[in-house]
């Protein structure tokens, strides 16, 4: 069991762009074990991507556990370089979005409405899956912003986007309780 710091906000770290995996082997196994063992011992996540662990190979794992809402998706889920191959934007949907590594802050996010995702599995067998109509799309959306450097309140419109990162300064300021094992660089002024 390897339950590993998750980097939070302002962290440079997070910004940072993943890479491919090219051969899901012991290693990446390993890591996908870890990330398992760093998300329940949150308590309360549903989902985390390597870069909020520093590491830059391309996964994202899931396990929305009794919240599914969609039982043809069956969890845990583990994705190595997942990739949305088709983003329905006919239709959007708004989910109030929270993230381990911007921690006590929840806002509404609109985002696409369905997706359909490639990625290579434990044993790096292609597959694919299509989400629609309920949070888990833009669950899946917001995992896979974390691979490209991107945190959710940067989906917001710029003017939600400054009150977001206002607030958590706030939180952060007033020492907003965290309960999962966290690693904080150095800066915090956002
Ligand atoms: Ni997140």
Known sequence: MAVKPILIAPDPRLKRVASAVEKVDDSVRQLITDMFDTLRATGNGVALASTQIGDLRRVVVFDLGEHN???????????????????????????????????????????PFKVTVQYLDEQGDKQEITVGGNWLASCIQHEINHLDGILFPEKLSRVQQMRAWKKYQKLRKQGAQINYKVEESDSHIL
Request: net charge negative.
């Open 69 to 111: 809402p969609d039982p043809s998706v069956k969890m845990p889920l583990a994705m190595v370089n997942p990739e949305i191959t088709a983003l329905d934007d006919a239709e959007w949907q708004v989910v109030e979005e929270g993230c381990l590594s911007v921690p006590n802050l929840y806002m509404s996010v609109e985002r």
